[in-house]
C-alpha cells in the first residue's frame, strides 16, 4: 500500500510540473522541475544507422515501458512520460503519457 501512494506521488509530480517544461531548457532546468527520470537514453547510431536519434529522458517508467525501452529504443514508449534533447543539449521534443491508449 505504501508503495503505490509513493508511485502515486511521484506521477503527481509529473503530472504537475509537465506543463511548465518547454523546448530550449536545459538537461538541468527539466531535472529541477521533475527531478531525475526514471530512465535515460543516449543518442546513439550504429554503422551509419541511426538507433536512437537524440538524448531522452522518461519518467514514470514501470517493468513493461523499461522492456519495451530495451528492445526498441528508437522510440518513447506511450505510456511514460518522455522528453528528447537536441545536440545542442536543449529540449527538443515533449510526449506527455498517454493511459488511453
Known sequence: MLMLLCLQG???KYQ???GKVHTGMTK???ESLL???SSK???KEVDGEVIIPEDRWQYGDNLST?????LFPSHPHPRAWAISFGPSGRVSQIQAADFDN
Not at 66 to 70: K, M, P
Open 10 to 12: 511521484c506521477e503527481s
Open 16 to 18: 504537475d510540473n509537465w
Open 28 to 30: 538541468q532546468e527539466v
Open 35 to 37: 527531478g531525475e527520470p
Open 41 to 43: 537514453y543516449e543518442a
Open 66 to 70: 523499461l522492456a519495451t525501452g530495451a
